[in-house]
């Protein structure tokens, strides 16, 4: 099963394939192409030259591999989808340089998907069946629709098909989410006929004190913010209005939070990966922070983010 | 004619091939499939192994038939058409049974469109070109769209290429609708300063003496209610606030009603299939019916009520 | 304190003053003025020949009551509370004839208000402090604001000061209300993914048997309908979109209910003086009748209806 | 000018009227009135017996103050203004104890405008012409319409028939009041694509270091919230969301700042008298304190927090 | 009758008193204070010294017509109509000067009215009921609630009591109005899928060729705009969008229309005083004009507008 | 390179082939396709009989070109789009004749899209990738979506790439727009409380006289309105309500304009080419024309327009 199989209906020009790798019939293969091992080519593809395709890579019938696209390991790419590298072809007038499209590792790309060009799918998310991708997709996110919009973020990685299970006790105090140390807190609120008062005592009730808010608002919907981690810094977020959805990550556990209610905090601690999106129109998401703003404390690569927790022990 | 014909650059490694089917160039069929008589397999068209098609299928160039779909009798498969088996794909993460997609015959499916795996799609349904089906699809449905939604429902047999009439008079009184012997009443109305008010006497205007009555409220837009035939029960329909449309379908014939005002009723008999869908938000549908609740009176599957309506004389 | 009392700095110039009746100074009654027992007349209050005053009436400062206007027994007119007898005065401008006001008895004409003219204030009717009654009050009624809106109905004879109860039972089946025979009706609801449904069955679950519905929609919030009893028909009433409130009144007792929900009926027998008031913008009222229509049934005057139930026993 | 005066034809049978006290034509005062000096008792005033009123006070015509009814000093009362001590009037039916009113020292009740029983008129306040008063007036607080709302309050006491000035710079840093030691803050604030972002660093940009936080919502638009002062704590009050009023008041200047952006804050230092008012539906307040919550350090009377702040050295 | 009578227990301290005149009892009029002929002043009414009434006028119980209030020819005061004549009162605190109020002539002011202090009420105009009148009223308006708002405008001359009628044929063409030269016009309007298209033609279909359009929009709905009439200038107004009310005058008739749908035209020839009002939210006016803008074209007061067509023969 | 190239692993069966035309691997051209010179025929692309491709055309890798089909000049089709040409197929039920499709020359065919049949794709429109094309493309278009609208218009030939800018000026005047003599006109507006008011004198400050308007109105958000050119026929376009954007182009310059304000006009003048789209849904656009309407003064063509317009000198 470890050495390389070209069908004899197959056309495959290039040197560069893998050991164990399979190139099935009518599929085509320019010698430029470099193929890893244990890929998967199946019947009628296309592999144009300036392409890189990494190990345990599955390309299903009807796609095509441009100059300019670069797939890592073990991405999937389904039946039909389709790539692209000109944003505004016309016929016989070739742009200077491709623009060029990158496949992170363990994504996977949805039957009959359009990938626009340009756009990088990061390192397992998961574009659904039929989406027309126009923008980068985060690590982890599955995407859906024409345009594609982020649904959700896929489950850890013990289980990767099980989907995200969200966080929703309404229960007082405060309730562990699996994801390093973060804490979901349900605060004291009071309510009479002059509206609602909702409470929160810094060095008492909150689990650290803070130096420093900030607000975030106006959101288009469809936007995704957050999607860092911090060195040293803890956040506390508060939705005081509208709803947005909080991913959490700790590089090995991944847990989704709605904020929905200004009586509901997650407790974010240093060293876990946040992501928020689906923010209602109205939302205004309160964060309070344990130091002061400093550009070093950010991990803004999810790669970076997950060498460093590779190294620490696990920390519940 | 009835010669089973093989493209030389075809490649069909089958020996299940029925008469009359012919298999065009670059087309690959696995050994485990087995198509029927009549068949037209296009130019570069893909069939794995577990894989059943009835007779007289179409398929067109470009789509791939993976294991887990069955194709019964008639069915059309428009170009670039894509399949799936796996609802979470992952590179070389094989799931231990593929999901199985079913379409039943007569149905059609776009060009260009994708099928989520586990989705039925209903006995002459007709899948919009570039849709995305996510759900099954009823007997007859037309649906367009990403994701797909119901646009309306495919004429009746006689004439299958014309669009469905929908019946709109305002005269009062009772207007036949061509479908068993269902009608369209039109109610008395009264206006004064104080607001409107629309009558309607059981015994003297409605054609049934009701028993029961029941309220379907809330139904989101994008959903199908009804669906079913009755035995022996009786049904009158009015849209008492917002408005929804109601398909009659008596085996042979079907015609479609907007409901979308107080004054307007239908009366459905029994032995006629029934639909309603395109709810608006605030759709409020009120309905009497001849008996009390009864669920030996239901018949639920579209394939037992033509049957038994096959065995009627025709009714009008 | 039988004795009619005079202040010596009134101007009484009316011989036709009750036992018991006070004037107090600087109020002004013309010769043809007739006012009843134990009234008590207060200073600066200013009576035209052409009024009626009944007996135990209260009348407070700075109060006019001009020809035309007639007050029942029991009546409250509270400080610069303030009548009319011309709908287009102009100066020198004399209508032929005044347009007469009336009081019935026991209402309260709260302070300062305004009071246009022609109008009637229905029994035990309360006009709420500075209200501007533009429009005729239902008894027992409760008005406030400018222009007056029915804000609700005071409770029943025996404690007047009680505010009505409002009845908000969501228990399944059938509730007693209190008013003759009449129930509060929660039906049997089903909701499932496509929406909700409401099933009552006429006569297994319905008080009666229904030969009639009519529905009543595009209410103006401000208005009342309904407003008397039938002599043998019987009602059912559910509000399947929106809300309203209904008033039921055996003569005896009174009770309110809000109608807000297509599950909840209300059963109104014969014999029930019924208001329907403060609609919602799209409230749509579902009303089962018991008889056909016939406008010998409907008693349209309280005062008729109030006598006719004196001389029936309780029923409940 | 400092002796008592009686018209004669006025009914003066009390003998409790201060010194340089009118009493006009046809006015009527019972026996157990009393009157302060320098008062205006115009003409057909009617004083009952349960009645106090203070020095200086104009009583203008067409007006009655009943049993129950209590005016301080210097308040003025316009023509045809109605008073009330029964809130469920009924002839003949006497409440077993009036209900009390009480207008502060040096408020304004409008001409012809109406107060319900029960009611208090804080000092200075202004009930604006034809008003129908249902609920108790915050000291300084201008009042309109039926029923009558908070539209403002008047300005400080150097000129008080100047409307009070509102506060609305944009410029960035703090913006001195007027009113002690309070502050308007104009925080930095970032825009791009994702939204907005508001920050503020609690011990660099705040006044002071919270040790707790608040959040107010839900508070109905005609409500007032605040209306008191602190002994120690600060505040620091921000609208993230909508929009209100905050009134601060020193004891001897007041200022009304619009909160209306995530990015201005108004600092409230200790011994300030604060009242926010005119919520948007969709408000959310949060407010910083520079102390733990102690019960002790509100001062919830206008008269104490009068007397608190005349006692101390003007501090800005 | 033409002799003036003061009844025995009025207090009349002025000289200035015309024939016919009479003053009843409890009334007060101080010595500075001037009245015309065939006045009528009731019991109770306090008249102070800076004040002048015309001949004709009727001032009914519990009003006071304080300094500064002057009242043109046949005016009525309904019973406690409430003047005003300090926008801030204080006790003893006295503004220099009154603020003054006029009453023009043939004005009728309601029962319990409030009028604040600086307005003028129009030649003509009704003030309704209880209103609280916070700005000046046009000539021949009708105000109501509290704040007042128009509500319409008393009908021509002939006949004051009657309504106006609002013409609303729907008939395609022109149909003569009744004042002077005006003309309603409908025209002719397309509809097909892509939208509504409405035509008219300059010297085909309309009255005249304008020289000049205007766009009106943004009109708040309480506010009222026109109010004035051309010499020359003929103009030709359709509502685009939305809704509002044209008022047409010619100083002997009167007519309303309401302008609701692209498709209707009003044509207002030249002397014909016009007034536009209750505005719709989103109404967009569309006039035509006959001329240039010409400042001395322009006929902007009432007073001028009657004179002017006084000497004119009538037009229709 | 002029030479024809056939891939030996093709299948090309037409002579018809033009100089300079490549036929790579796997397609699969019928004998009676006929295609122009200098086209590039990518791997496994399928060419049927009744198909027509001009010279310089693209076509990539996954498409088919089916019976109806005709390709203009200079035409790129991105891999796997997908044509069609049968609105309802069945399997086995072939229609009389197919539905034809014209691609115009100098189009883009975004990757993966759908274009149903019948549809005209106009010269130099840019299909989105993943587009679904279910009705024509005006010429220079740029759609996307499914279903696909229009978001815009390429910029003018000398750049394609570059997207047209939109005119925003806000300055008082006229403003060329580049596009032969049409201008922006900014028009005089006057605000006051009462409202807006915007004017335009026809002779003065209008660019013709008009001899009739029209208004546009109803408008579904997604259609086009316009679409062609007038020989002497000038407009004036005004949008009185909500927004609309106005493409001009004189077959040389294109320029966009929003009109989103009563106060802004565009003067269209002879001979430029017309298109409205992008309406809101509240939209009313109002249209001055120098002439009356006459069928023959419109230019429906894009074709015959441009034609016309490179036989006249340049304007400006």
Not at 19 to 25: C, E, F, L, Q, S
Request: hydrophobic fraction near 40%; proline fraction near 7%.
């Amino acid at each position: 099963m470890n050495q390389t199989f070209i069908h004899p209906q197959a056309l495959c020009e290039s040197q560069a394939i893998g050991d164990g790798t399979r190139v099935w019939a009518f599929a085509h293969v320019l010698p430029g192409a470099r193929i890893g091992r244990d890929c998967n080519i199946c019947d009628g593809v296309f592999v144009e030259n300036d392409v890189v395709l990494g190990n345990r890579v599955t390309v299903k019938c009807g796609v095509q591999i441009w100059n300019g696209i670069t797939v890592e390991d073990d991405v999937f790419i389904g039946p039909n989808a389709t790539f692209t590298n000109d944003p505004m072809p016309r016929s016989k007038a070739y742009p200077k340089a491709v623009t060029r499209t990158l496949i992170r590792s363990g994504a996977s790309i949805g039957a009959n998907s359009t990938i626009l060009p340009g756009v990088e799918i990061g390192t397992g998310a998961m574009v659904g069946a039929g989406a027309v991708v126009t923008r980068s997709v985060p690590p982890n996110a599955i995407v859906i629709g024409n345009p594609a919009r982020i649904n959700g973020y896929v489950a850890d990685t013990e289980d990767p098909s099980i989907p995200l299970r969200v966080a929703d006790t309404r229960a007082p105090g405060r309730t562990g989410l699996g994801v390093g140390a973060a804490g979901l807190h349900e605060l004291r609120i009071a309510k009479d006929l002059r509206g609602e008062l909702s409470v929160g005592e810094f060095e008492r009730e909150l689990p650290f004190t803070p130096v420093r808010y900030f607000l975030v608002f106006n959101v288009p919907s469809q936007e995704v913010r957050g999607e860092h981690a911090h060195r040293l810094c803890e956040q506390f977020l508060i939705c005081v209005r509208g709803s947005c959805r909080v991913l959490l990550d700790d590089g090995r556990n991944r847990r989704e939070v709605i904020l929905d209610r200004p009586s509901r905090g997650v407790h974010m601690p240093a060293m876990i990966w946040g992501t928020q999106y689906r923010y209602s129109p109205d939302a205004v998401l309160l964060v309070f922070a344990s130091h002061y703003y400093d550009p070093q404390d950010y991990i803004r690569s999810y790669d970076e983010f997950q060498q460093l927790v590779s190294r620490e022990p696990v920390r519940a």
